[in-house]
């Protein structure tokens, strides 16, 4: 487990999140810099995010509350979801993602009690799933949220895929991972997913 991280879905004004971007990298970030938080990756949407929205991850080693992240954000930009969250087997460390391609977000939920082996199966099953060679993908995060005391709960599986299609065609996994994914279906209550680009940190390199 490395540190802790925020889960933003930020809401702009007007019709794109151009204006909310420049905000970010030149406003919000340098501050969250000045008390050791980094960001892992802003994401633009394919599909399930709006024109107007970002999707960003942020991260720090430091036991911080969820105000670090959003204060600076109070009357400027609109969070419209926020999850405090730790990583589980990935990533190892917040390093920044990276790679351009298509990025799914997707939400499971899930008992508290069940987090450690939906994380032990996912590690097992990827070591088939990202080796495939009739696609690309590999999983950049799989995080459950910081405070699990209650019964019912929630993890987010990050995914990088070089295009929609690797996505369409990682739905017929290879053996071993397709029988570990379906034993983490039999523990998840359901599952949300959204599309994104990644678009910063590489946007102000």
């Not at 299609?165 to 053996?175: N, V």
């Amino acid at each position: 487990m490395s540190g802790s991280y925020c889960y933003l879905h930020l809401r702009g004004k007007g019709r794109d999140n151009r204006a909310m971007l420049d905000v970010l990298l030149t406003q919000i970030i340098p501050q969250w810099q000045q008390i050791d938080i980094s960001v892992w990756g802003i994401f633009n949407g394919l599909f399930g995010v709006a024109s107007n929205e970002l999707i960003v991850v942020a991260a720090t080693g430091n036991d911080l509350p969820l105000s670090a992240y959003t204060r600076p954000l109070s009357g400027i930009v609109k969070v419209r979801k926020l999850e405090h969250l730790d990583a589980t087997v990935r990533p190892v460390t917040p390093a920044p993602c990276e790679k351009s391609g298509v990025y799914v977000f997707r939400s499971f939920y899930v008992f508290n009690e069940d987090v450690a082996e939906i994380a032990r199966l996912s590690n097992e099953a990827w070591t088939t799933f990202e080796n495939a060679g009739d696609y690309s993908a590999q999983p950049m995060g799989l995080f459950c949220q910081r405070e699990r005391t209650s019964r019912k709960g929630k993890m987010l599986l990050v995914t990088w895929y070089d295009s929609l299609t690797s996505w369409e065609t990682s739905r017929e996994p290879p053996a071993q991972a397709r029988r570990n994914f379906l034993q983490r279906h039999f523990m998840t209550r359901r599952t949300v997913a959204i599309a994104t680009r990644l678009i910063a940190p590489q946007a102000d390199a």
